[in-house]
């Protein structure tokens, strides 16, 4: 298996599984039962194929690895180009782990159009992996917004009450940010000739476009982390996706704007991102506390979660523009963390939905006496979530306030503070949820996690306590790329001819 | 050979498309009523030829008719388009013939005689042969748009579009005076020849320049770019549906053409003059397009303003006033006239119990009553928001490619914010299709001609983006031959 385009075929093994969904015809429970099992077979293949990448792949090196090019644009310079470096592997794994315990997840729940609902996620899964594995910024571009489509349909059609008008709201916030993504791309590839994403990286852009490029570009990945004050479609999206939309959206869609920051904004303009990682430390602090506090009132327990995610999204923002090593180590291990335990929360919150429909806070009291297991699993995530030694949490939310405490002791000190928010609204959640006499007549008969239930919380709680306990084994695979990354951009900073506060003042000179 | 035959394998194309029209004319009077679907289909077959000698030529090169008349790469380009927006119209309209008794032979005969206007606007060379060509069509458009005289709403059309059109036919002829006026010729390689010697550092007459802009506005009025769109809603609406996806593919083809040669080709020193005025009409094209949309209910009204707001688009392209930018439209074109063509196809498909459907509350539930027609509708429906990987994207990657490069940042900005707006009523198809409860199902089957325009069209527009080469080559060939002449 040594010369096989092995990034392609993880990228495009899934849409195969779609087309073979699209083509199943018969009965209307033959046709669910039978995209169900390709839905998870073409999965599990995937998530196989994507652990060569794991084994295979070369630590200690900031180089991509697995490079395959062909032309695609022919004499455009733009190509078709996929590599994975330290940064952007890990992101392939995880897309490829989440997408078949979706589809387990999905499996009852799930009940109407299910083969148009496994094919929506088996191309999503196709688009996310291809868009962490695309070197080429044009390539990337076309996986970052055709993953718009999936997932509009996914809220759309088997969401909530409120799925419209939370599907339009995603997708139009997204777009807006996009296409200014996209102009920035159009004016860089002017600028350097080719779209080749390592070749735009070594180009050095000049201080007044760098300002502007960093604009645009903040303005789609902001949206997309999402950042305080642009974060609102995303507790609307949230509760209104079916429990699976939402672990990916949490898992990997969020992870899609942090990965734009450190693989473009930073090194690509190092300058502007000096300049303004002021704005991003007072934004990254806003989210933190304020959503924090949001969390804190919550009714809806899905919503809770995503106020959640924009804080620990925050603390990833904020740790990406410390850049130190360990500040950006710690962003990343973050979102890995966050993409991981989060997901777990909303298949935990997806449990109690199937079984009573409501997410609703103050329906549920009591559940230990019922659910013993749930419960156990539930406090194992929430403490996760908060950050507690010996979880995958804590690594990251560790390392970036060490990377903070180098650079910013105020915004060091505002995050904590946050984080001590965080475990006062999750430990409250549990309280109402899990604990105290069970009242309401309707949760009596309520049953404990199946087997499949069970199944799909196995190998989420097993990452949880490998990545808390021993961390090695993910930043040996990260930190180089993150050394390169720091380095360059201190260099970057120094070369800068007459670098200074003034030459980027002078706007699009 | 001699030098008349030379001219006459020129235009082998145009002249055969007369023929076989006056031909068929003939048979439609002389055979009487009966004959409308035998005609129907060989005027298909008419245009298919036509085609076929159109793809033969066009690769040098060729002035015609004592350079009236041009052949090149770009025209053929053009004119292929332009060709298989008549031919797939026709195809789709024989069912809505049928159905709703349009028989009559004069619909496909005056569809060839207003694409062979089109041919010869694409071919124009002159100023004169601009305004015949461009006449042809029109008046046969005026007739097709009111070809159901039995219908208020169709007659209604075609009055409107008719006394609009003559106005703007008016001060398209007006501006063309002008010029002769003040350049003292009518062939485009004598004003640009006039043109590139006064443009150097002096500024062009004034006179020259009023007469520029008339032909501008005579111009939009044919590609319905704001602020010369009022009529293209009214008729659209107006319009038997068939003929609505001709007037929506073929003629703004061929008046983007034609637009683009004057532009790029006599006035092309010019191009300070103009450019801020087709980047208005651009501005104005886009957010019209985008804002009077979304509170439109009948999907034909809402065509005519997604076209205006796509015309918009493809205007950036010129407004670069480069090769890239010709490139760019010409591409953007060719796509449009694809996920026209099988939006339209799947409009005619809206069919309950026999009777044609227009309102977009008609589409609640689509998904689960049609599966397969909802599917195609709503790739064409996510390829006009621009969204990759469908080809609309691909087409509006290279119109803003060449804004960028040219320096039209603030257009360029502007074009991608309303093509958000824009976004959000073509999400609301998808939406009454896919998220909304199912009403009663449409008609089926579509038949076999209607499946295969549906199944092309929408495997085009999804997998171009796997090859972009194919048609992106043709197009920066027919670019560089525009500009070469």
């Not at chain 1, 994403?197 to 490029?213: D, K, N, R, V």
């Not at chain 1, 959206?249 to 704007?257: D, I, R, Y």
């Not at chain 1, 502007?272 to 809806?300: G, W």
């Not at chain 2, 010019?270 to 209910?297: D, K, Y």
Request: hydrophobic residues 55%; charged residues 10%; aromatic residues 12%.
């Amino acid at each position: 298996m040594e010369n096989w385009p092995i990034l392609s075929l993880v990228t495009f093994l899934p849409l195969v599984g779609a087309l073979f969904i699209l083509g199943i015809r018969g009965e209307p429970d033959v046709v669910a039962r039978n995209a169900r099992y390709v839905a998870l077979w073409t999965s599990l293949a995937t998530f196989v194929m994507s652990l060569f990448i794991w084994f295979n792949f070369e630590r200690g090196t900031a180089e991509f690895q697995f490079v395959e090019q062909a032309t695609w644009f022919p004499g455009y310079n733009i190509d078709y180009k996929m590599g994975v470096d330290g940064i952007s592997m890990l992101f392939v794994m995880l897309s490829t782990l989440l997408t078949p315990l979706c589809v387990v997840a999905s499996w009852d729940a799930i009940k109407v159009r299910v083969k148009e609902y496994m094919i929506a996620f088996l191309v999503l899964e196709t688009l996310m992996v291809g868009m962490f594995c695309a070197q080429d910024f044009v390539l990337f571009y076309f996986f970052y917004e055709g993953v718009l489509i999936p997932m509009f349909l996914i809220i759309g059609i088997w969401g909530g009450e409120r799925r419209v008008y939370s599907a339009f709201k995603f997708f139009l916030f997204t777009l807006a940010g996009s296409v200014l993504l996209f102009l920035a791309l159009l004016a860089m590839y002017f600028e350097v000739g080719t779209t080749d994403i390592q070749a735009m990286t070594a180009y050095g852009f000049p201080a007044s476009m760098q300002t502007w490029l960093w604009l645009a570009m903040f303005a789609s990945f902001a949206v997309k982390v999402p950042m305080w004050p642009v974060h609102t479609w995303l507790p609307d999206a949230h509760v209104e996706a079916p429990t699976a939309g939402s672990v990916i959206l949490a898992g990997v869609l969020l992870k899609m704007g942090g990965y734009g920051f450190i693989r473009f904004s930073l090194p690509m303009l190092p300058l502007a991102s000096e300049f303004f990682t002021p704005l991003m430390f007072t934004l990254s602090v806003m989210a933190i506390i304020y959503t924090s506090l949001v969390a804190l009132a919550q009714e809806d327990m899905k919503k809770l979660i995503a106020y959640s995610s924009v804080a620990h999204m925050g603390l990833v923002t904020l740790g990406t523009f410390t850049l130190t090593q360990q500040g950006l180590e710690g962003a990343i291990f973050q979102m890995l963390s966050h993409g991981v335990v989060s997901a777990a929360l909303f298949l935990i919150v997806g449990v109690i939905y199937d079984r009573l429909h409501t997410r609703l806070i103050a329906r549920y009291d009591g559940l230990v006496s019922r659910m013993p297991a749930y419960s156990l699993m539930f406090m194992i995530f929430m403490l996760a979530s908060v950050g507690l030694p010996g979880t995958s949490g804590f690594v990251g939310e560790f390392l970036v306030l060490v990377g903070i405490f180098q650079v910013n002791t105020w915004a060091a000190l505002l995050a904590t503070g946050g984080m001590i928010l965080g475990a006062a609204y999750m430990l409250y959640l549990y309280r109402r949820v899990i604990f105290g006499v069970m009242t309401k007549p309707d949760l009596k008969a309520i049953l404990d996690l199946s087997p499949r239930e069970v199944l799909v919380f196995a190998p989420l709680l097993a990452l949880v306590f490998w990545m808390g306990i021993y961390p090695m084994s993910f930043l040996d695979v990260i930190s180089a790329s993150v050394a390169d990354i720091v380095e360059s951009h201190r260099v970057a900073l120094l070369q800068a001819p007459g670098h200074n506060v003034a030459s980027l003042f002078s706007l699009g000179q | 050979m001699t030098m008349i035959s030379l001219d006459l394998m020129t235009a082998l194309p145009e002249l055969t498309l007369a023929c076989l029209a006056m031909a068929l004319l003939m048979l439609g009077v002389f055979r009487g009523k009966d004959s409308a679907a035998a005609i129907l289909g060989l005027s298909v077959a008419s245009l298919v030829i036509v085609f076929f000698l159109v793809s033969l030529g066009g690769n040098t090169t060729v002035n015609a008719f004592g350079g009236l008349f041009i052949l090149d790469r770009y025209g053929a380009f053009m004119k292929g388009l332009v060709l298989l927006g008549a031919i797939v119209t026709l195809v789709m309209s024989r069912r809505y013939c049928e159905e709703e008794r349009m028989q009559r032979f004069e619909y496909p005969v005056l569809t060839l005689f207003a694409t062979l206007g089109m041919l010869m606007m694409v071919s124009a060379n002159d100023l004169i042969s601009l305004y015949v060509g461009l006449e042809l069509q029109s008046l046969s458009l005026y007739v097709i748009a009111a070809i159901r005289r039995s219908n208020l709403r169709s007659s209604e059309a075609g009055l409107k579009y008719f006394v609009l059109g003559a106005l703007s036919s008016g001060m398209l002829l007006y501006g063309c005076s002008m010029i002769y006026g003040f350049a003292g010729t009518t062939s485009f390689p004598a004003l640009a020849e006039v043109l590139a010697t006064t443009s150097h550092g002096e500024v062009p007459p004034f006179g020259l320049i009023i007469g520029l802009v008339f032909l501008i506005a005579g111009l939009a009025f044919k590609i319905s770019a704001v602020p010369f769109h009022m009529w293209t809603p009214d008729v659209y609406e107006g319009a038997p549906t068939p003929v609505t996806a001709f007037f929506a593919t073929a003629p703004k083809v061929a008046a983007i053409a034609l637009l683009m040669r004057v532009m790029m080709g006599p006035f092309g020193d010019l191009v300070e003059q103009w450019q801020q005025i087709v980047v208005a009409v651009s501005i104005a094209s886009m957010i019209v397009g985008a804002f009077a949309a979304i509170a439109q209910t009948n999907i034909k009204r809402l065509m005519a303003y997604s076209s205006i707001g796509h015309i918009g688009f493809a205007l950036i392209g010129l407004a670069a006033g480069t090769e890239e930018g010709i490139r760019g439209v010409i591409f953007y074109m060719a796509i449009y006239i694809v996920m026209n063509l099988g939006t339209f196809g799947c409009i005619l498909c809206m069919r309950r119990t026999g009777v044609m459907l227009e309102r977009i509350e008609d589409l609640k539930g689509l998904s689960k009553t049609n599966p397969m027609m909802a599917l195609p509708l709503m790739i064409f429906m996510f390829s006009m928001a621009g969204i990759p990987p469908l080809a609309g994207f691909l087409g509006k990657f290279y119109v803003f490619m060449a804004a960028i490069e040219a320096g039209l940042y603030a257009l360029a900005v502007i074009g991608v914010l309303t093509s958000v707006v824009g976004a959000f009523y073509y999400l609301r198809i998808v939406k009454f299709m896919y998220f909304d409860d199912a009403g009663e199902p449409f008609d089926s089957p579509i038949g076999s001609d209607m499946s295969l325009v549906l199944i092309a069209s929408s495997a085009i527009i999804l997998f171009l983006f796997a090859v972009p080469g194919t048609i992106l080559d043709a197009a920066a060939a027919a670019a560089a031959s525009l500009l070469a002449g």
